[in-house]
């Protein structure tokens, strides 16, 4: 068994013990809800292993911490379903369809409330350095937050704009999960650091692998239908490369199916994707991708620590690369 | 100038730089609007005149956990108006109705974030106690808006039912402000907790009064038009305990008017407070009120600390309930 198998076991059991039978109902059910329906629970097993990373004998110490980072995580996803208006989550109804809205915005109240609760229970010496990090992250994932939701309304948007919401509303929060594991196991802060920055960039590779696998992925390994962004014209890095270097007709064609009301979903993916193939999209999302990845696995280099669980942070990497090679 | 005059110079001048000039505007413009639209920063006053009560030169280290609460205060108004469907606040359009619900969501989420991003610069060595207190208290308020909107839809709420709720919604903070200045200020277990309880009871007192003035106060003092709590069947301390005491026929009545959707404002106003009257709610109310008022003054003397501060804590708290005598 991987460390990483063991910790997932420890992490399921704390999870589902924070709310249970907890009193008022109408604002724990949907807590509970939200943490049944599933989820890898990435983020907490990332934090333990940022501690074993440098002190095997300390990750009893983070695994409250890393709890309170899985539900800072589910929280986000509760606020951003009603911020969203999305109905269906891991193929449930989400807490506000399933609820209402008012018991939606409370529940995620009370869950970021717990995820600091937990936090908190981080060994006092490092108490201070674990909360700044996880104040900082927390006001990034809604600032990335905000950004993504301005980008709706907007085609002026760079590249870098993109990478830089990307950044604030998922890449920071895996960092911050590795780097309060590594404070926890008393690393340096130049390798707490790095080991933040191996987390950042590989979230960077992965959020623009999934950009890439809905377009061009295969529907069985990515798990869901192909084309999806481009029919709710979803703000991708794809469509704003294409957007922003496709020549004035061709452009004028990419706007033409934004805008279009009704239309073939398979004609609008079609047509949406010979565009990107036009700009190459394709090539320069894999190119930079392929940038972050192994940006990623210098700083995991740079962070040092033990080579057993170096090694299985490196696969972790590789496997949610591996989705799309 | 009393001592809390100069605290609340101090606080306000920390919260109006907190989201200057911030980016995304989207995120920190409405936090700004709903911190410029006033408030008597009652909690944040209360926790430096806590440290103040037993230590003055450690009053700035508790400066920023002061802001914080007011923070948390601020972020709980926010996301109420949105799940009360509240219009104005202070007489100025509230968060959800001058942007949308969106953005009063996200704004609330990052305000408590700043909230915890203040309190946690509380002297590292205090960190534990005054994080564990204010978390515990933000859960406690959740529990006391979701039981306030789960009573909505209810009649049968018993008056304990009732006190229940507005300690937690309400009460609990005032002492928590307390608490952490007391902490932070270097009090004995025993005081701090004692001066949580001053807090708790006299925010109990309070949040009677204001129950009480809606209907029996003087429109001018008040600040308001009497009945307004009547005309909305907001459940209230008098409407909860005319409802469990009043016969069988003149609970009858009261359901009448609880019900009616048309009717002549000052008509219910008159009916339901003449309802009140043959319940002599009022006298139960007043007896309660004091009986919390004297509870919180006992408190006091037992929390100790310098004369000068525990007598303009007295004096906070007389006038406070001075509006109705």
């Known amino acids: 068994m991987k460390y990483s198998d063991a910790c997932r076991q420890q992490i ?71 911020m969203d208006a999305s109905e269906m989550r891991r193929n449930k109804p989400t807490v506000h369809i399933k609820w209402d809205d008012r018991t939606a915005i409370l529940s995620g109240d009370a869950m970021m409330i717990l995820a600091y ?12 350095k674990v909360l700044e990090l996880f104040n900082r992250t927390a006001i990034e994932v809604c600032e990335g ?14 590249g870098d704009e993109y990478l830089e919401m990307i950044r604030l509303k998922t890449a920071v929060l895996l960092g911050a999960c590795l780097q309060t594991g590594a404070i926890i196991g008393g690393a340096s802060d130049q390798a707490s650091e790095a080991l933040y920055k191996f987390g950042c960039d590989a979230g960077m590779a992965f959020q623009l692998q999934d950009d890439w696998l809905d377009v061009y992925g295969d529907e069985e390994k990515f798990g869901k239908p192909i084309g999806g962004d481009i029919v709710i014209n979803k703000k991708t890095f794809l469509l ?12 004028k064609e990419l706007l033409y199916w934004l805008e279009k009301k009704d239309f073939d979903r398979q004609d609008k993916i079609d047509a949406v ?52 090679r």
Not at 145 to 158: A, G, K, L, P, V
Not at 245 to 250: D, T, Y
């Open 145 to 158: 937050q905000q950004y993504d939701m301005y980008f709706e309304s907007r085609m002026d948007i760079s």
């Open 240 to 251: 704003i490369t294409a957007y922003n270097s496709l020549p004035e007709a061709a452009r």
């Open 12 to 82: 399921e059991e704390v999870l589902t013990s924070i709310v249970k039978n907890r009193q008022p109902e109408g604002l724990y059910k949907p807590v509970e809800y939200i943490l049944s329906i599933g989820g890898k629970r990435i983020r907490p097993m990332l934090c333990m292993l940022g501690c074993a990373l440098y002190d095997k004998s300390k990750v009893d110490q983070c695994l409250y911490p890393a709890v309170g980072l899985e539900l800072f995580h589910n929280f986000t996803l509760l606020h951003d379903d009603i």
């Open 117 to 128: 609760q937990m936090v908190t229970r981080a060994p006092a010496g490092n108490l201070p």
């Open 273 to 324: 994707r010979n565009l990107y193939d036009d700009a190459k999209v394709s090539d320069t999302a894999r190119l930079l991708m392929d940038q972050y990845y192994s940006r990623a696995l210098e700083h995991l280099e740079y962070a040092g620590g033990t080579d057993e669980i170096r090694l299985e942070l490196k696969e972790f990497a590789y496997q949610m690369m591996d989705r799309f």
